[in-house]
């Protein structure tokens, strides 16, 4: 079986992990291919490196490298390069690196400054962290840099900010009036992303960000009308819970599109190639979909066996669909 997954950072790590660990566990699924295309938008430059957030979530939770309390950066990590970079003034200071993560970002950098794409990158460092031997296979969205940019007000006028400054800085505390994918006009989806929904069995949208995660890898060209054209069921699972982000700020992010923070809202967003849709049982009486499927199920990922059940069940649903 070939499943293939959107995704971005921490709630999409998770959910991929969970099912991961499903797959495993069912021996009629244990040879599953997993296809994981993360997402990039969240990419910036730091100190003359390139980090990209999500595809290192992705990385460091599937290969069990990830510190579990914060669900991001590196398990017994220090923070001495940091701490020197700002014994001399290096800015910014904002957004936290860690000395074993400095690794990831600087062999990333070098291996990009010497003509590897993206794609290829990433693939070595999932080579590192074992993704292979699990039969999981990550993609970057595309090998073309984008970067999310946020307008927020500024006095009279507006300004942009990185993605990042808004989310970590700000804390999304100042409300957002648009995003911008910076050079998405010049993006073309990366080697194989295509194919991976195309020729998917299943395909499933984890609970990442509808707006800067889901929503960003959707405006790579082709990825959308693939996802319509696919004859595989696309089964996604609600980021919300009770109409609440379980993390983040995906509301903040919602409001900035006029979309309400609601389950059904959200699928809204997926419904020209939406097939099912996990919600969490409080919201389901409340979702009536026009063409996709609602199942209705305890959705907090409390731990990895939790994360597991919502996996199986995302995938159960999918399964449904395709024999249906």
């Known amino acids: 079986m070939r499943i293939t ?30 296809t994981v295309i993360g997402n990039t938008g969240d990419d910036l430059s730091l100190f003359g490196l390139r980090v990209c957030p999500d595809l290192d979530t992705l990385v460091y939770t599937l290969g069990g490298g990830i510190h579990e309390e914060q669900g991001w950066g590196r398990a017994d990590e220090s923070h001495r390069v940091q701490g020197e970079l700002a014994a001399y003034g290096a800015v ?63 006095g009279d006028a507006h300004r942009a900010v990185h993605f990042q400054e808004w989310w970590v800085r700000m804390q999304a505390k100042v409300p957002a009036q648009r995003f911008q994918a910076v050079g998405m006009d010049r993006a073309t989806a990366a080697p194989g992303v ?96 026009r063409r996709a499927q609602v199942r209705g199920r305890p959705l907090l990922m409390t731990d990895r066996a939790a994360a597991a059940e919502i996996a199986g069940a995302a995938l159960e649903l999918a399964l449904e669909l395709r024999t249906a």
Not at 111 to 120: I, M, P
């Open 194 to 289: 295509l194919d991976a929904i195309r020729q998917a069995d299943v395909v499933l949208l984890p609970p990442s960000n509808p707006v800067v995660s889901i929503g960003i890898i959707l405006g790579v060209p082709g990825v959308r009308d693939a996802l319509r054209g696919t004859t595989a069921p696309v089964v996604g699972v609600s980021p919300l819970i009770g109409g609440m982000p379980v993390r983040g700020h995906a509301d903040a992010c919602l409001a900035a599109i006029g979309v309400e923070c609601t389950a059904a809202a959200v699928a809204g967003l997926y419904e020209d190639f939406l097939d099912g849709w996990l919600v969490s049982q409080e919201d389901a009486a409340s979702v009536r979909l």
């Open 92 to 154: 910014p200071q904002w957004f936290a690196l860690g000395d074993l993560d400095f690794g990831t970002h600087i062999v990333r950098s070098q291996w990009l400054g010497q003509g590897l794409s993206l794609s290829e990158v990433t693939a070595r460092l999932a080579e590192r962290w074992g993704l292979p031997e699990r039969r999981i296979t990550l993609l970057p969205m595309s090998d073309s840099p984008v970067e999310t940019h946020v307008v927020i007000e500024d």
């Open 5 to 34: 997954a959107l995704a971005g950072g921490v709630g999409g790590a998770r959910f991929l992990r969970g099912l991961r660990s499903h797959l495993d566990a069912t021996p009629e699924l244990a040879d599953a291919e997993l």
